[in-house]
């Protein structure tokens, strides 16, 4: 099957349905999808256990090292961008996830949750404008670590966003969107992408592509993650 035909027929679709041109940029979260609210009352856990694995940050591996697809906007620089995998295209990180008990369980309340992860981007890395792979989810950002001096900002469109640790958004990044990033210390916030709520028919085609993408992209992504986390283990050995 040609995937990336089938990606780009639902695209279209999906787009389409969400009002093509004129789909909003940005979303109200109490009333589009409510129950992210539970990441943001699970804030101070979720902090704690991000501070946790950034003990190790050299350990946490750069996006394109699992996503060599994103290597135009993630290897742009010298600077990285990290990615630390929870979840994938609806399958746990398993190793990573037992490291983040508390995370996990609140992502575990989220219905028709796509993947999430925490997002590093060192101190002057910035992201090239691009726009997402995929119209059939939203995204989430939850604010975790944000430098308080010259904080770096999000454009999606003719929008700005400037991140404030325990605040969230929601938007479409399947609009043209980068991240301007002048600060001197590190950004992180957790992603968390979930189904664009869509009539009964193009749900149900959102969600049979959410479980190929799990049993394709999601497997390769997962299979990447467990490699890098052996290799750290070995090279502490």
């Known amino acids: 099957m040609d995937t990336t035909s089938l990606k780009t027929r639902l695209n279209i679709w999906f787009q389409r349905t969400a009002g093509g041109d004129q789909r909003p940029v940005r979303f109200d979260i109490d009333r589009t999808y409510p129950t992210l609210r539970v990441l943001d009352h699970a804030y101070p856990a979720i902090r704690r256990e991000a501070l946790g694995v950034l003990e190790h940050r050299d350990e946490v591996p750069a996006y394109h090292d699992l996503d060599p697809d994103q290597a135009d906007i993630s290897a742009s620089t010298p600077r990285q961008w990290r990615v630390f995998y929870l979840w994938a295209m609806g399958e746990r990180a398993g190793v990573n996830a037992r490291r983040c008990p508390e995370t996990v369980a609140a992502l575990d309340c989220i219905p028709n949750l796509f993947q999430a992860f925490f997002s590093v981007l060192e101190a002057g890395k910035s992201v090239p404008a691009h726009t997402g792979p995929y119209s059939g989810y939203l995204r989430y950002h939850l604010g ?17 966003h400037t991140w404030a640790e325990g605040q969230s958004v929601l938007f479409d990044d399947s609009w043209d969107h980068e991240v301007y990033n002048d600060s001197d210390e ?45 290799a750290t283990v070995n090279a502490r050995v």
């Open 144 to 160: 975790l670590v944000v430098p308080g001096e010259n904080p770096p900002r999000l454009r999606v469109r003719d929008w700005k």
């Open 186 to 230: 590190d950004r992180v916030i957790l992603i968390a992408d979930v189904l664009r709520p869509m009539p009964l028919p193009q749900h149900l085609a959102n969600r049979t592509a959410a479980v190929m993408a799990r049993h394709t992209y999601g497997k390769r992504v997962l299979r990447r993650v467990e490699q890098q986390r052996g």
